[in-house]
T-cell receptor, first 116, second 116 residues
């Protein structure tokens, strides 16, 4: 089974509107971390936001927030007030404590296009 | 220079060539990573180095040879590659704690490799 599932290959949003990018994950570990990265066409992966499995509050970073629903194993990224510069690929990723691995497991990504 | 840098940004090589990719991090981190991003596939971990020691090798073919002379530099030596090795190669670094799931990885801009 896939560890990280992003079911939306592509999304469109109007400038200044909010958009939600979906991410579901699969783990039996009690301690894990969830990350979102943005990848513009230039290629660099830019860290956006982090949510720990024991964090009681949803993470927020400026216009980014994470809608964390632990029981449903979902960690959706919400971008408020979309800007043209938000057009990019967005990846959800996870690290599990019990595997002992440092590396992140990534989803297949969602391409977001912001329209003027 | 700040963050994580990678050179070259673009590389075209024949199947009989030998080339090297270079990564340097200016963040004071002690763990470094190589990831491969092929078209329409999630990022795949290749290698992890922690304090210059290789700690993870994700069954990477021997035509890819990593080298980590110190905590700031990471190389990927390439020889007799195949056309299917064409991809974006991303380097990342992090501050390795004691099994912390929230350890954030910061990425370089990547090297776009084309094997002819």
């Amino acid at each position: 089974a896939q560890k990280i599932t992003q079911t939306q290959p592509g999304m469109f949003v109007q400038e200044k509107e909010a958009v939600t990018l979906d991410c579901t994950y699969d783990t039996s570990d009690q301690s894990y971390g969830l990350f979102w990265y943005k990848q513009p066409s230039s290629g660099e992966m830019i860290f956006l936001i982090y949510q720990g499995s024991y964090d009681e509050q949803n993470a927020t970073e400026g216009r980014y927030s994470l809608n964390f629903q632990k029981a449903r194993k979902s960690a959706n990224l919400v971008i408020s007030a979309s800007q043209l510069g938000d057009s990019a690929m967005y990846f959800c990723a996870m690290r599990e404590r019990d595997t002992g691995r440092r590396a992140l497991t990534f989803g297949s990504g969602t391409r977001l296009q912001v329209q003027p | 220079e700040t963050g994580v840098t990678q050179t070259p940004r673009h590389l075209v090589m024949g199947m009989t060539n030998k080339k090297s990719l270079k990564c340097e991090q200016h963040l004071g981190h002690n763990a470094m990573y190589w990831y491969k991003q092929s078209a329409k596939k999630p990022l795949e971990l290749m290698f992890v180095y922690n304090f210059k020691e290789q700690t993870e090798n994700n069954s990477v073919p021997s035509r890819f040879s990593p080298e980590c002379p110190n905590s700031s530099h990471l190389f990927l030596h390439l020889h007799t590659l195949q056309p299917e090795d064409s991809a974006l190669y991303l380097c990342a670094s992090s501050h390795a704690g004691q099994g912390e799931v929230g350890e954030t990885q910061y990425f370089g801009p990547g090297t776009r490799l084309l094997v002819l």
